[in-house]
Nanobody, 120 residues
Framework: QLQASGGGLVQAGGSLRLSCVAS????????MGWFRQAPGKERDFVAT????????YYADSVKGRFTISRDNAKNTVYLQMNSLKPEDTAVYYC???????????????WGQGTLVTVSS
């Protein structure tokens, strides 16, 4: 089970740090990631980190502004979001991450989302 937190209301240019705590002993075996869903839109990939924490990948829209990290000792994955823009407004979800045959990232074992609202 995944529990996300850290969302809130922030002005454009501001920062937030999301956290996602996993229950269970297998967290460290999984690549983890963040996805987001804006109102009226589909859920999109944001960032992922390999089980070891050595590799990270980002959607082009957040590259250079967001940083994903993990602490396997705490069963927690983080998303540091800087230079936030109004278009980053969405419900953010953490999930275990896989890759389909097309190389696209998908989530599974979803946690509940946390709402991020960026005002202009």
């Amino acid at each position: 089970q995944l529990q996300a937190s850290g969302g809130g209301l922030v002005q454009a240019g501001g920062s937030l740090r999301l956290s996602c705590v996993a229950s269970g002993r297998t967290f460290r075996n999984y690549d983890m990631g963040w996805f987001r869903q804006a109102p009226g839109k589909e859920r999109d990939f944001v960032a992922t980190i390999t089980w070891s924490g050595y590799s990270t990948y980002y959607a082009d829209s957040v590259k250079g502004r967001f940083t994903i990290s993990r602490d396997n000792a705490k069963n927690t994955v983080y998303l540091q979001m800087n230079s936030l823009k109004p278009e980053d407004t969405a419900v953010y979800y953490c999930a275990a991450v896989g890759t389909d045959s097309s190389g696209r990232y998908y989530g599974h074992n979803w946690g509940q989302g946390t709402l991020v609202t960026v005002s202009s």
